[in-house]
Nanobody
Framework: QVQLVESGGGLVKAGDSLRLSCAAS????????MGWFRQAPGKEREFVAT????????YYADSVKGRFTISRDNAKNTVYLQMNSLKPEDTAVYYC?????????????????WGQGTQVTVSS
């Protein structure tokens, strides 16, 4: 069993930065790939970023590539999403998730634990 709790969301202006954190409990965290997804009002949940169990590889959605950075600290059971140069279209609820596998995955079906989400709002 893994429980995930996101934090760090808020209201910012376009061009600002935010750092989201996802604290995990449970012994499987360090052997699971992790991901960040987001869901904007009226839209489906979409993939944002993923990181392998060891943190050696990452992968991003084209819409955030070069602006967002995913990282993890297995000693702290925490995964992060550093978001720079935020845009109004980044406004969404952001969810972290733990995958059933150790490698990179963008498929939500491969994630079996999800956090409750944290709201990010970017004003223009």
């Amino acid at each position: 069993q893994v429980q995930l709790v996101e934090s760090g969301g808020g209201l910012v202006k376009a061009g600002d930065s935010l750092r989201l954190s996802c604290a995990a409990s449970g012994r499987t965290f360090s052997t699971s790939a992790m991901g960040w997804f987001r869901q904007a009002p009226g839209k489906e949940r979409e993939f944002v970023a993923t990181i392998t169990w060891s943190g050696d590889r990452t992968y991003y959605a084209d819409s955030v590539k070069g602006r967002f950075t995913i990282s993890r600290d297995n000693a702290k059971n925490t995964v992060y999403l550093q978001m720079n140069s935020l845009k109004p279209e980044d406004t969404a609820v952001y969810y972290c998730a733990a995958a059933r596998i150790m490698g990179l995955t963008t498929n939500p079906q491969t994630y079996y634990y999800w956090g409750q989400g944290t709201q990010v709002t970017v004003s223009s």
